[in-house]
């Protein structure tokens, strides 16, 4: 660079080629190897040394003045394109996040039916159905027989059912 400012056209050559091979590694690995990309921003680049060449200290690293102009070239165009890859709707589908609404507001009705049951019976349909206890194991839990733990349930789950059947005359 201190013999290009000088004067010396072979060596500010010489100086371009080199600062092409060493700048084009730097954005493909930014720009997730899109060579056209990175190409153009190598250019725009040497562009940018070649006319602010002038404003080089040349008390300071001189790769570092050139890494700063690429990244702000970098920063420039993500600016004007924007960071997020674009990819066709074709692929897409591994992006889109699936709908689960219809499973939330589901969760949710059976949480405001359980909460209407008794604390105990709500316990037991818990265990049983929901992390999947057995009869016995979630009997054994509450000091109670296995058959009064299943009646508990079986009505427990009729009174859901209740709470859940959607009203004659209501909106779905």
Known sequence: MLASLAGDAPAYRTLLEFLERELAPFFRRRLAD???????????TLIAIHTRRGTYDSSQPFTAWTYAIARHKLVDHYRRRGRAPTIPLDNAGDLLAADETAGAEARHDVENALGRLPPATQSLIRDIKLRELSHAEAARLRGMSETAAKVAVHRGMKKLVEFLRPQRGAPP
């Open 34 to 44: 899109d060579a056209a990309e990175a190409a153009d921003l190598v250019q725009e």
